[in-house]
Each structure stands twice: as structure tokens, then as C-alpha cells.
């Protein structure tokens, strides 16, 4: 029964092309401009590290300059600063309440002394604390992290980046071997595997799209070699002079994360943070209001407003084209089965059932459908390889490219169920249809 | 033209008639708004930089060697940029316009953090400055060569003169004569007012208006980078950069080049976001417009080819051509005012929601003017093509059975 249902469906395609071809171009186009903006939609606002996100926080503290006048974000002045200063980040990261803790800074850093070196190269480093790999379940090729004694030292190890490694020691496993850091001799201790999480959500001060890091060095090496970040810093009250003056200071720049995986934990990190809040105030510090935070992963993307609103626009944009597209096509199937409506009468009168009248007109739009969605989802892999090259001039390369199976899944889906809410009501009023007006009218 | 038979003959396929005005309602309010929206971002595009970034480009750099000596480094990579063969003006720069490195701050009318605050951006640059970012003073004077605080360690070192932009101007002073006065920092340390220039875009952080711009007399560097702002001939900034970037990497090997970009490259950088969406917004528009377009024309195509013998009657008993054609076009037409009607509440919502949701603008109303009268234009002429074909059928069909 289906081959001949599908027999029919071909014979009133080939009736009229043009309209067929609208149909089937109408829901591809709805379908391709829905996949392209659903995956820049996804990419955006996916969490790089979901299967933590209820164990990770971002630790803040609001030590800001209490005048009205100069707030940290003058879009949104109730916020604390996302980073924090170094006497606080001391304080907080000696607790002993967090599973596990990293303190985290944006060092600037040049490369030198490797044997496949062509020329001293700027790379991105963070300097962290030991448990940056095991908190973030960043992957090493080979080696690993370091110890605690390193952090204190610290001692001179650093772990390389998998592009670096490539790029300095063609690829081999150059754990043990050294290599200059701002022309300081450090230990490779690690290689990474390939590891980007977009957006970098552990700090994301500036191009939190960007490039990837190139170099993790232990968190102490800043002041120990008084460098000053080479990220995001800023600084509000007594005036700095000396490196000194500069880590006493209230200037913030360094992203705590704590590893917290119970309410209780969470509850302890947070009356800690509070209390060392009240003492320092009754000193003189912290004149804004208490506005402490622990916040996971995904908060604190949406508080870092990682998502831009453009994208969220054009995701509804998206949709009402599809609803366009599918009306279009939900009007035309209906005029056309309509127009059958004498061949369909003389089925019914020769016994066709009203089931059977329907199955026959839902195989049409099941063609229809697939043939659409088929055509849709290449037109959408096209429509982002465009994408993709319109984004990368804005510094954001690569976070698009990924058309992903969850994301191919979705279309998958959207395809399925959208075209075939459209034909339903057009193939299920047709055999609604009395078949004895048709019959006699012409 | 009597309106009844067309309307009868409408309520006969009254599903179809409902479908094709969603489209229309949907389509109107589509593209009103995206209409208005791209008009915004074009309109930030277009906004004046008041810079030749045509003719300008910027390196960063950074030492990273125990011999590495800033003033001896700047100065030496200074005095070879200014010898090329094609460049304008070369200075130092503690921020890069149009770009996102560099510093910003608050500058207060009072001392004290009294009086109008501004939050401004920093650029730190010697007394060729000014004419390395072609800016024009309109009041008081430019720096001297003796004035340029030389580089120290301080990490953040008062200056006691600053040059402002017309709008920091305003912001601080609004209605006064701002050149001589005295501002104060957030930590209250006091700067002269000595030069006013006119408007350009300093670095565009978040949160800092672009034309708060403050130049002061020192050289920056204590984060480690520092930036050279160059200004060349008409057209010759790619070029002299791409040799500028060799040559400075082997002529000093304490310190490395991090990047040199054109100061078109970083109003590129700048612009993607509102283009991007300009672009996108463009193509789904135009996307709609012609499938609502194709919708109406095979809907009319189809109500004429299935309605050829009801023509052909009317033909027979004394309709003119013309009287077919404008049955079929007033049945449109009273589609496309339903659909629009309902559009015009639909495109009302959405831009109240847009303004709601994402702080937008309010909609101009001359946008939904435009967008009805377009949408009834091309929903006509949509359907214009298979109305005249209808008129062609011969008042002899009527005769024959179908």
C-alpha cells in the first residue's frame, strides 16, 4: 500500500513542479536558516564544562570603591568585580572548606630556547594554582600538573599547550626537558592534549573567544617575578607605585574558583567569605553593601552576559521564518488537495476509507517533508561554513565551526516534527471531505 | 465592482485566506523591525571615528629579557618608525583607538569626587601625539617635548597636564569654558586642562564612551606591553606596517612583537558584530518577503486554474477582462488588508518587546508607514501575473464539462 501511496505522491508532484518546488524549497529554506542560527545559538551559550556545573563556583567578593560615581561596570553597577585582589584571593584560597581551588591570573609570556624555536614568540599563559587541571578535567598528552610544594616554591615547571608543543618540539614528549619563560630556564612538566572550552569560562575578563593558552605556569610566579598581569586589571583608591603597593592594593585581577560539591559545603564557603567580610569591614575595608557570591558555571556565563542578545534575536528571527515557510506550505498543500477533491470523492465512493484517504495524503507530505529537511540541513551546513567566515573577522574563529551531533539531532528533529505538523492538517481535512459533493458537482 | 461575489468566493477557501494573512502579518512585522534595527546598526557603522584609520596602524610590544630597558627600547624603535619612507607621525601610546587594549577612569569637575564625574578612556603619548592621531586642537595648546613625563616604575604615575576631547569637555564642564580648568582622578590628584581637541574614538572598552578621551603626557608601559601608534602616507599602512613588523623584530631581541594590525582591521573588529547582523537580519527578511510573495502567487495561480469554469461563466453572461482581473485582485487585496491589520499589531508587540527586553529603541512609526505600503504593493503584484491569466480564459469554457 505505501509503494502506491508514494506512487501517487509522485504522480501529483510531477502535476505541478513549480509548486512542488516551492513547497519543498520553502520548508528547506525555513529549515537551513533555523540550523544555522540554532548553532550559533548553541555554541554561544553552551557551558564548555556542563557535567561540573553544579560543583563549580565562581568566588567573588565585592570590595569595589563604595562612590556612586565610579562603580566597576557602569552598565550594571550592582555587580561585584568578577575578579578579586591579591590580599583577598590569599585569604579565601588558605580555606580548607573547597574539594579543591584554583586562583588564576593572565600573565604575559614569551617563549625562548626550544630546539624547534624560530624566533622568541609571545604566547598566552595563566598562571594557576595546582588544582586549575583536576578542577577544569583538563586532559594531558603527556606528563601532568604539579605538586603543592611547586605552587609555594614556586618552583620552575611549566605545562605546554598541545599547538606549542607541536609547534617547539615537533610533537614528542618533551616532559623533562626546559625551555625559557620571560627568559627564566622552567621544567615542562606536561603537555596538553587539545583542550579549548569556548567561551574560556575560568576567565573571562578579555577575549573570552580568543585564542587558547599557550603556557600554565604556577600561580606565584607573578610576584615572585613582580610581573605585573598582562589581562585584566583595575584599580580603584590609593595610588601604586611599587609591585609592593600593588598586591596590597584593592586593584583585582585575579578569578577564584572553588570545587563545592554539597549545599553544605557551599553554605560553609559562603560564611566564611562573609565573615572574613565583617572583619575586614570593621577594619575599614568593604564599604559596599555585603554582595559575596559563589556562582556556578552557567550563572556565570549569563552574568558575564556571554550570550549576546543579537543572537537571541535572531534565533526568534529563525523561528518566525520557519512558521513563514511552513504556513506557505500548510496554504499550498491545502489548495492543492483541495483541488483533488473529485478524485478524492470518486476514492472514497469506491470504498477508500477515511484512514486510508489520509495515509495517502500524509505519504505526499512525508516526501515532501524528507525531501525538504534533506535539502535544508545541506543548505544549513553551507549557510554556517559563511557564518563561520563572517564570524571570524570578530576574533571569535572556530566557536561555529562546530556543527555537532546534538546540534544535527536537533535539526534532525525540528525538520521532522515542524513538516509534519504542516501536512497533518492539510491530509487529515481532505478526508474529512463528503465525498458525494465532489462526486456530483463537476 | 460588487464586493459580495469575492467575498463569497473567499469564505469558500476560507483556510487557505486566513494562511496567506498570518504570512502577511507575520512578514510585515518581520520586517518592520528588522528594517529598523539594521537602520540602527548601519547608523553605528557609519558613526565618526574622527581618526585617517585608513592610514594608521599600531604594534604592541613587550620585553622579556633580564637586559630588556623600556625608555632605551621605545626610544630606538621610535626613532626607526619615524625614518621610514612613507610614515606621517609615530608615537607611543598607552592605548590603542578602536581597539580594546588600554585603560580607562573617572574624571571628576571638584576635588574630592565632587561635582560632574566622566568615565574617560587614557592615552598615554608624547607631544607627537596629536598629530600622530590627526587630532585637531581647537582650544589651548599641545604638549611640549619638556613636559613628557619620562617612563618610571610607578605603576600608576599622576600626570599634572591633560589634553581632553570636546565631549569629555562637556561632560565635565557642560556650558563652560573647560581649557585651564582643574580636574581630579578617582584618587583625587589634580590635572590642568591644557588643550581641547576635537572628537575622535579613543579605545572602546565596555561601559567608556568612545569620545572620552584624555590624552596625558608620559610613557606607559608597566604592564609589561607597550603600543607605537603610526600614521602614514594615503594607502601605504599595510605595507609599512608588514616591513615595520620584520625589521622591528630583529633590530631589538629583548623584547617581542605581540601583533601589528591596521586601524582598519580593529574598526573591522568593531563593526563585525552590528555587520554581521545587519547581513543576517538583511538575508531572513528578503527570505521572507519572497516566500510570502511565491505563497500569494501560487495561491492565486491555484484559486484561478481550479475556478476556470466559474470564470468562464462570468465571462458568458457579460464580465469583462478587466472586471475578472479585479475580482481576483480585490479578493487579494482584502486578503492583504487582513493580514497587514493584524500585522500592524503583531509589528507593534514585537517592538515593544525588543525595546523590553533588549533596551532598543522605541519603533518608529514611519517604518511600519513604509512597510505596510510595501507589503500591499508587492502582495498585489504577486498577484497580479495569474489575475490577468484568468481574465484569458474564454467565455466558452462555461460551456464545456471540465
Known sequence: ????????????????????????????????????????????????????????????????????????????PQLAPPQLTYRDAQYLYQ?????????????????????GETAPVHVMTHAV???????????????????????????????????????????????????????????????????RPLPRFYDMTTRRWGEPDDAYVPFQWGPALQI???????????????????LGSECVWIEMWAELPTAQARERMQAYMDSYWAVQRKAGRFARPLNNHLTDVSDWLKVNGVVSSDSRILLRLAFAFLIVCLINTVGILLAKFLRAAPTTGLRRALGASRRQIFLQHLAEVATLSFVGAALGLALGAAGLVGVHAMYTYGGAYGVLARFDPIGILWALALAAVSTLAAGLYPAWAIGRLPPSLYLKSR | MNIKPVVSALLRNRMGAVLVALEIAIALAVLVNAAFIVGQRIAMIDEPTGLDYHDMFAVTMAGFTKDFSLPSSVASDMAYLRSMPGVVSASPVGSIPLSGDGGNGVLYAQTGQHGNSAVYTTLQTDEQGMSTLGATLIAGR???????????????????????????????????QALGQVVYDVRNRPMTIIGITRDFKGQVGAGTPPYNVALMPQLAGAFGGYYCLVRTEPGRAEAIMRRAERELAVRNTTRVIFYAHTL???????????????????????????????????LTTFNVSTRTKQIGTMRAVGARKRDVVSHFLLENAIIVALGVLVGCTLTLGVGYWLSRAYGMPRLDLYFLAAGVFILAAIGQLAAWQPARRAASVPPSVATRTV
Open chain 1, 95 to 115: 580555606s580548607t572548606i573547597p574539594r579543591r581551588k584554583v586562583l588564576i591570573t593572565q600573565l604575559l609570556g614569551v617563549l625562548s630556547g626550544a630546539p
Open chain 1, 129 to 195: 594554582t595546582r588544582d586549575f587541571f583536576s578542577m577544569f578535567d583538563v586532559p594531558f598528552e603527556y606528563g601532568g600538573g604539579w605538586s603543592a610544594s611547586a605552587d609555594s616554591g614556586p618552583e620552575p615547571v611549566i605545562v605546554l599547550s598541545k599547538e606549542q608543543n607541536d609547534k617547539l618540539f615537533g610533537g614528542a614528549d618533551s616532559v623533562g626537558q626546559t625551555i625559557l619563560w620571560n627568559d627564566h630556564r622552567f621544567r615542562i612538566v606536561g603537555v596538553l592534549k587539545n583542550w
Open chain 2, 264 to 298: 582598519d582591521y580593529f574598526k573591522g573588529q568593531l563593526d563585525s558584530e552590528n555587520r554581521n547582523m545587519a547581513i543576517f537580519l538583511v538575508a531572513v527578511t528578503a527570505l521572507i518577503l519572497a516566500i510570502t510573495c511565491l505563497g500569494i502567487f501560487g
Open chain 1, 1 to 76: 500500500m505505501l509503494g502506491y501511496y508514494l506512487w501517487l505522491a509522485a504522480k501529483s508532484f510531477r502535476r505541478n513542479p513549480g509548486l512542488t518546488a516551492l513547497m519543498v524549497g520553502a520548508i528547506a529554506l525555513g529549515i537551513s536558516t533555523c540550523i544555522v542560527t540554532l548553532t550559533v545559538y548553541h555554541a554561544m551559550s553552551g557551558n564548555p564544562i556542563w557535567w561540573k556545573n553544579n560543583i563549580l563556583y565562581a568566588v567573588t567578593m565585592d570590595g569595589w570603591d563604595p562612590s556612586p560615581s565610579d562603580p566597576y561596570d557602569p552598565a550594571h
Open chain 2, 142 to 176: 599641545n604638549f611640549r617635548p619638556t613636559e613628557i613625563l619620562p617612563w618610571s616604575h610607578a605603576i600608576d604615575q599622576a600626570v599634572p597636564e591633560i589634553i581632553v576631547t570636546q565631549s569629555l569637555a562637556r561632560a565635565l564642564f557642560p556650558g563652560r
Open chain 1, 228 to 246: 605585573l598581569p598582562g589581562g585584566n586589571s583595575s584599580c580603584w583608591g590609593d595610588p601604586v607605585t611599587t609591585y609592593q603597593d600593588y
